[in-house]
């Protein structure tokens, strides 16, 4: 795998804060917001006459009622505790008002504390602070090489400032032969140019392209449905490219693909469009769309074969020309 740095390859330009803010709940569970399991524990709350605080309750006998009064958790620290932190729950938030701070379950580290978080439901809403605001006619929203971007601007960023970088790979991490690269002709370049030599002397189907992270380097997931698919502007005459949609869970979880008419410049693709291949664990649309790592844009081929590309924008669904 290999990072990329756009000024130095193509010529074209010059690669977990986050920014939130306490939850305080009511007592009575029909008030208390548990969509999307942002926040699992309440607070101390002086409304209540009996001085208790409210901890949710998934057991509870009354399902539209599962926030009861618990006079001890305003003295107990743990609340994350009670609740699995798993691949199922990556993003969630909790509140213990024990320490008054706001714990996020995170992949393979469990439940963390964040002194920085101010309100539970702003972390998976507002991750980082990058806008999407399409600023070139002649481009998607996420990333354009025209206005010489470095880096594709996903706005899930975690505050690493490690989402968007364009890296590389392909079978030669695993002792194949094919090779990509990136930066030749960078003079008449307008994005992101370069060559792929598909070799099968090794592989019986090579494969070799890039890729970005959506949240940070270390493959966190994102959800990006609201995105509704993904568009690119693209010469590659020779070969259409394939885009891939990873799971946080990587290669345990079968990928979302689509493939590319070599004869166009240009393709918005819905969700819908993409399909799941058969490898790996199958997940439902939907839930797959909530934990996506990173996107991928490769080529690949049953026979030794070489071809060259020009990626000149990519964005959201219909926000390329």
């Known amino acids: 795998m290999n990072t990329i ?5 193509t010529g074209c330009a010059a690669s977990l804060t986050l920014l939130c803010s306490f939850a305080i709940f009511g007592c009575s569970g029909a008030e208390n917001d548990i969509s999307a399991l942002q926040c699992f524990a309440g607070t101390c709350d002086e409304d209540d006459e009996k001085g208790h605080n409210d901890h949710y309750d998934p057991d509870y006998a009354d399902p539209d009622n599962a926030w009861i009064a618990n006079p001890g958790d305003c ?15 990556i993003g969630t938030t ?3 008002e024990a320490y008054h701070v706001i714990f996020v379950c995170e992949e393979y580290a469990g439940w963390i504390a964040h002194d920085e978080l101010s309100y539970c439901s702003d ?3 507002n991750r980082g602070s990058q806008s999407r605001e399409k600023t070139n006619p002649q481009c998607g929203d996420l990333w354009c090489g025209l206005d010489n971007n470095e880096t594709v601007t996903t706005g899930l960023d975690d505050g690493s400032n490690t989402s968007g970088i364009w890296n590389t790979f392909g079978d030669y991490e695993k002792g194949g ?28 189907q090579p494969y070799a392209g890039l890729y970005f992270n959506l949240v940070n380097e270390k493959g966190a997931g994102a ?14 005459p020779e070969m259409g490219p394939t885009i891939e949609l990873v799971h946080q869970r990587g290669d345990e ?3 979302f693909v689509k493939s590319l ?25 939907d839930t797959f769309l909530s934990q996506v790592a990173s996107i991928k844009i490769y080529w690949t081929a049953s026979s030794t074969q070489s071809v060259t590309f020009e990626i000149t924008s990519i964005g959201t669904y219909d926000s390329c020309p």
Request: net charge negative; hydrophobic share 25%; charged share 20%.
């Open 5 to 9: 740095n756009l000024k130095f390859f």
């Open 75 to 89: 003295d107990e620290h743990g609340y994350h505790e009670d609740f699995d932190c798993n691949t199922t729950t």
């Open 94 to 96: 909790l509140f213990d």
């Open 123 to 125: 972390y998976s809403g």
């Open 177 to 204: 032969t094919s090779e990509i690269n990136v930066g030749e002709d960078s003079e008449n370049c307008q994005g992101l140019c370069g060559s792929v030599k598909l070799d099968n002397s090794l592989y019986s």
């Open 223 to 236: 959800d990006i449905s609201s995105w509704k698919g993904f568009c690119i502007t693209y010469q590659t």
């Open 253 to 255: 979880v079968a990928p």
């Open 261 to 285: 008419d070599p004869t166009k410049t240009s393709a918005n693709i819905s969700w819908n469009a993409f399909i799941q291949q058969q490898t790996g664990i199958s997940l439902g649309r």
